[in-house]
């Protein structure tokens, strides 16, 4: 009997595809290996705390936080204030970002350098990331006092005590760090690198192509008011998942109860370290847009066919006042000022979530009139 022989034209398919395929397995061990040469982006990877901005990238200082290097031994006579928070510590960037607005109007009021207000945040983190910052970064400048801004619209719900979020290549992903392994120093993900790496890059490509093609439809609209960072679809898109945390009936069903216990496990935690060393510590609650802008909480409504009397759209802000007053945190809740002045001016940039230069000033002020005193005693 004649040995069996592999058809040609397998041979000729398959050759290619093993090729192919040994090909994609190199490059992908080359990313994994490579990475922390071949990636030298915005952020970078962080043992301890996932990931944080690059050192003296984009004007980052030694820290990678959105500021000037400032010595870590303050002069005597200044009085030190650590502004902790997450993206809003990036927005309006270095000169505009309320961090330095607040620090302009003390120089103002003194007639002189009298406070430093250091600026240290992180984009993409919440409370209990920020308290890693804190211990292994924060602390290190010796402040008098540690403001934490907290941000209304997703610092509970990005809350997971289980996620660690790392960068790959400049990109975010989240893992689970019960289970996070590490290769040569850095964490294996569950999924392809160079797959992630181009379906990002995707993604951010569709995005800007959606949000290019927004203004060009915008009517007759200055065009600065129809340059959004993200397209309308996007934008409300976004809102409506940070809507779900206003649910009544999430609330009372507790989806959301192991983020807020973690939330508060943070910040409790932040307390009696600060505490511990004698600084003071005041918490700043930051208002989402929909809580601030009318027009788009109907928005939202319409869009999404929600029904008004199931939701609380303050529930973030009650939740997280009623915990402060229990634990004698100090607070400022910048909800009713940013509502009320936002009636006649627009606070927030253009489909992004944060802050424009408006809003920024508006939230040095009210942080200055509050911390006035404290500076002063």
């Not at 760090?177 to 850095?186: A, D, S, W």
Request: proline content about 4%; overall charge negative.
């Amino acid at each position: 009997m004649a040995p069996y022989r592999t058809p040609r034209i397998v041979r000729f398919i398959a050759f290619p595809i093993i090729i192919a395929f040994l090909c994609i397995l190199l490059l992908e061990v080359l990313m994994i290996v490579l990475e922390p040469y071949l990636s030298k982006g915005f952020y970078q990877y962080d043992p301890d705390l996932g990931f944080r901005v690059r050192p003296y990238m984009r004007n980052t200082n030694r820290f990678g936080f959105n500021d000037r290097d400032y010595p870590l031994r303050k002069d005597a006579g200044t009085f030190r204030i650590l502004v902790v928070s997450d993206s809003f510590n990036w927005a309006g960037g270095l000169e505009g970002n309320y961090t330095a607005l607040l620090e302009k109007k003390f120089e103002e009021y003194y007639g002189g350098h009298r406070v430093d207000i250091i600026n240290a945040g992180y984009p993409g983190t919440h409370t209990a990331e920020q308290l890693a910052m804190l211990k292994k970064y924060g602390l290190q400048y010796n402040p008098d006092l540690v403001f934490l801004g907290f941000f209304a619209g997703n610092d509970f719900i990005d809350a997971d005590p289980d996620r660690k979020r790392i960068i790959v290549y400049d990109t975010y992903i989240d893992i689970d760090k019960r289970y996070e392994i590490t290769l040569l120093g850095y964490p294996i993900i569950p999924k392809s690198r160079l797959f992630h790496f181009v379906t990002q890059k995707y993604k951010i490509y569709r995005e800007l192509a959606k949000a290019r093609r927004d203004r060009q439809t915008g009517g007759n609209a200055p065009r600065e008011e129809r340059r959004g960072t993200f397209s309308e679809e996007t934008f409300l898109n976004i809102e409506r998942i940070r809507f779900e945390f206003c649910s009544l009936e999430s609330y009372h069903t507790k989806v959301f109860g192991d983020r807020i216990d973690y939330i508060f496990q943070s910040i409790s935690e932040m307390k009696d370290l600060l505490d511990s060393k004698n600084i003071q510590f005041v918490v700043g609650i930051y208002p989402d847009e929909f809580q601030v802008n009318g027009d788009l909480l109907d928005q939202l409504f319409e869009k999404f066919d929600i029904k008004r009397e199931d939701y609380d759209t303050e529930l973030m802000q009650k939740i997280l006042r009623e915990y402060l007053a229990l634990k004698g945190v100090p607070y400022i809740d910048f909800l009713d000022e940013f509502r009320r002045n936002g009636r006649e001016t627009r606070l927030y940039l253009l489909r992004d979530t944060h802050w424009n230069d408006a809003g920024h000033e508006l939230a040095a002020e009210i942080m200055f009139r509050y911390l006035l005193s404290t500076v002063e005693r």
